[in-house]
């Protein structure tokens, strides 16, 4: 399993996702995986400021160290081996990476494509949901929702706020953010404006939203369930 610092959240936010992830059975076809061994491969942070990626890296390992699982730390990239420093700032080597599930191979990546219904998960996270794990590796499906949150606060005050202004209050890491953070962010906070009840707006009869690979290896919408 690999896992990136950098798209989990603060706090105990992560340990029901660590524990989900450990506990569900992955079909693979890679001849190097062994059956009874779980490897952990874990990538991402660096050395900020307000060492938050220490800390998030400790929680991570701290909680992959209570699972009974027979768990291997195989690649370890994080804070200071993540990081490098450009004008007295300091920033990640990796931001990204993609597994070869055929090899085993693991390589830095960046992603144009971040998958369906990109904004609705991103506004879940805004909006303070818990990182969990969307894809189910027996039916070979992502399942998205159904959500629910609260209204975000002072919506329109943000969405009129400058670059700038975003850029330092709605960032852990304001320097080390890649240039579509701020964009990524503004959309996000549109989302949540238009939605501000997703359970009524995008989740008809409390349903998941279902997607699945076709022939072309493209993410395609199908059925929710029950539908």
């Not at 953070?181 to 009869?205: N, Q, W």
């Amino acid at each position: 399993m690999c896992w990136s610092t950098q798209e989990l959240g603060g706090g105990r936010r992560h340990r029901p996702a660590v524990k989900t992830t450990v506990h569900t059975p992955v079909p693979s076809p890679c001849s190097l995986w062994r059956p009874g061994r779980l490897e952990v491969h874990l990538v991402g942070g660096f050395s900020d400021d307000r060492q938050l990626s220490q800390k998030l890296t400790h929680q991570l390992l701290s909680e992959f160290d209570r699972q009974e699982d027979d768990i291997h730390l195989v690649t370890l990239c994080v804070t200071e081996l993540n990081d490098r420093e450009e004008n007295e700032n300091h920033f990640p080597v990796i931001y990204g990476i993609a597994v070869n599930i055929k090899t085993a191979e693991i390589y830095r990546a960046s992603f144009q494509d971040r998958g369906p219904e990109e904004q609705l998960r991103a506004a879940r996270t805004l909006a303070g949901g818990p990182m969990i794990s969307i894809y189910d590796a027996e039916t070979e499906q992502l399942r998205i929702g159904p959500y629910s949150w609260t209204p975000f606060p002072h919506v329109d005050f943000w969405l009129h706020q400058d670059d700038k202004q975003i850029l330092e209050n709605l960032s852990t890491s304001p320097l080390a953010e890649p240039p579509h953070f701020v964009e990524h962010i503004r959309s996000t906070l549109m989302f949540l404006k238009k939605h501000p009840s997703p359970a009524h707006t995008l989740f008809s009869g409390n349903k998941a939203l279902l997607y699945k690979k076709n022939e072309d290896g493209l993410w395609e919408k199908i059925s929710s369930p029950g539908s």
